[in-house]
């Protein structure tokens, strides 16, 4: 299986490493806290949705140019929709490559 980096081309899936799902989003946290932040921090952190279908995952291209990529994938079919640079992990490299 070979996987699309958006800064390398595709390359062999042992190249890169699955960091998790990528869809829960980090809930804010007020001053004060309170129970209803602490179930809403435990949610985020410990549960997760058993997708038969497309997912958001976390990727690391560790055997290439070491970024941190968000791919969507089918769970049932393990093709890559598509993979692109995790938010903040690729502009360095974007800017080593004259992109803006
Ligand atoms: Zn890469």
Redesign the pocket.
């Known amino acids: 299986m070979r996987i699309a ?5 595709a ?1 062999d899936s042992g ?2 490493t699955y960091l998790g799902d990528a869809s829960p989003k980090r809930p804010d946290a007020p001053i004060d806290g309170g129970v209803a932040v602490e179930d809403q921090f435990y949610d985020y952190v410990y549960l997760r949705d058993n997708v038969a279908g497309l997912t958001r995952e976390y990727w690391y ?1 560790g ?5 941190w ?1 968000i791919a969507e994938r089918s769970t049932t079919t393990h093709e890559f929709k598509s993979v692109t640079a995790a938010p903040g992990a690729g502009a360095a ?1 974007a800017k080593q490559a004259g992109e803006r």
């Not at 980096?5 to 081309?9: A, E, N, R, S, V």
């Not at 055997?63 to 970024?67: F, I, L, Q």
Request: charged content about 25%; hydrophobic content about 20%; some cysteine.
């Open positions: 980096c958006p800064f390398c081309g390359r190249e890169f291209h055997g290439g140019c070491r970024s990529l490299k």
